[in-house]
């Protein structure tokens, strides 16, 4: 893996501190940027691997000079990734390439940890072929989120494979089991699904200290947590439920996804600064 070692910090980045030009995500909601609304742009969600990006651009001499690209789509699966983002994510030469897959998979019933890890060995070997530094995701430890903390077990088989995989691949893993504060409420998007502004950010920081990436980003202090009546947290429960957890178990059963229709964010590796930053297309807007 092409891991540069720890440079000092520079809040001005006048030599390069990371030897990566071309940077392409792959991936599921979670790469995506959901739960991370830019409020500037309408329907556009920035997500961890936006911030990750600025800050590589940040430390080269010219801007101009580092591309980013992000393929992932919310809901894919795993087969999914690999049929739709594989090819077009080596078609743009990358030297870094981030893919976080296999959690849309482990959560469905019936998900075998064991066989999802055996497609996400694959797809890895394809992508590290071309000599990319690959970096690979662990899941969070959902112990204390709704529903999702029943298959606690099965996402720390997955870790454990996805730490096998990186070891045959000689992949970098980003590990977010091992972030502890991603526990925080504060960390979850109202949908308890997916991570909000405050959880993506910290997420980004520990993506660039796995890549011995120095950075800016300060970590949020968060405030105690407002205590909650046991009546107002029981309502806060039902909005949730009735707003985004039932939606989501109908798509299950439906065989739906919320990225059907969808287009990739940003399908071209282009700098950042500078250039416009093209969103997804939904026909059904």
């Known amino acids: 893996m092409s891991v540069p070692p720890s ?7 006048l030599h390069p501190v990371h030897p990566w030009r071309r940077y392409v995500a792959l991936g599921d909601s979670f790469t995506e940027g959901i739960g991370d609304p830019d409020p500037h742009r309408p329907g556009y969600h ?5 911030r990750v990006a600025e800050e590589l651009a940040h430390r080269v001499p010219d801007h101009e000079d580092f ?3 992000n393929l992932a789509i919310r809901g894919r699966l795993i087969d999914q990734i690999a049929a739709e983002q594989a090819e077009p994510a080596l078609e743009l030469r990358p030297d870094l390439i981030t893919l976080c897959a296999g959690g849309n998979d482990v959560i ?17 070997g394809r992508l590290a072929a071309g000599g990319a530094t690959v970096v690979l995701f662990t899941g969070p430890d959902i112990r204390d989120t709704p529903v999702m903390g ?3 077990g099965k996402v720390a088989i997955y870790n454990e494979n996805v730490h096998t995989v990186a070891l045959r691949h000689d992949a970098v893993v980003a590990d977010l089991w091992a972030l502890r504060e991603l526990t925080r409420r504060q960390m979850w998007a109202e949908d308890r699904l997916h991570f909000s502004p405050t959880g993506h950010h910290t997420i980004s920081a520990m993506v660039l200290e796995t890549l011995n990436v120095p950075h800016d980003l300060v970590p949020l202090e968060p405030k105690p947590a407002v205590h909650q009546t046991w009546r107002q947290a029981r309502t806060e429960d039902v909005h949730w ?6 939606p989501w178990v109908l798509r299950r059963l439906r065989r739906q996804s919320s990225g059907d229709g969808l287009a990739p964010k940003r399908p071209a590796a282009e700098p950042l600064f ?9 026909p059904g807007e």
Not at 7 to 13: C, D, G, H, K, M
Not at 241 to 246: P, S, T, V
């Open 46 to 50: 920035r997500g961890w691997a936006d």
């Open 108 to 124: 469905r019933p019936g998900g075998d940890p064991d066989a999802i890890a055996l497609r996400l060995d694959g797809l890895v």
């Open 67 to 69: 591309s980013y690209a």
């Open 274 to 282: 500078g250039h416009p930053m093209p969103q997804g297309t939904d």
């Open 241 to 246: 439920a009735r707003e985004h957890l039932m």
């Open 150 to 152: 029943r298959i606690r």
């Open 7 to 13: 440079a000092p910090r520079s809040a001005t980045p």
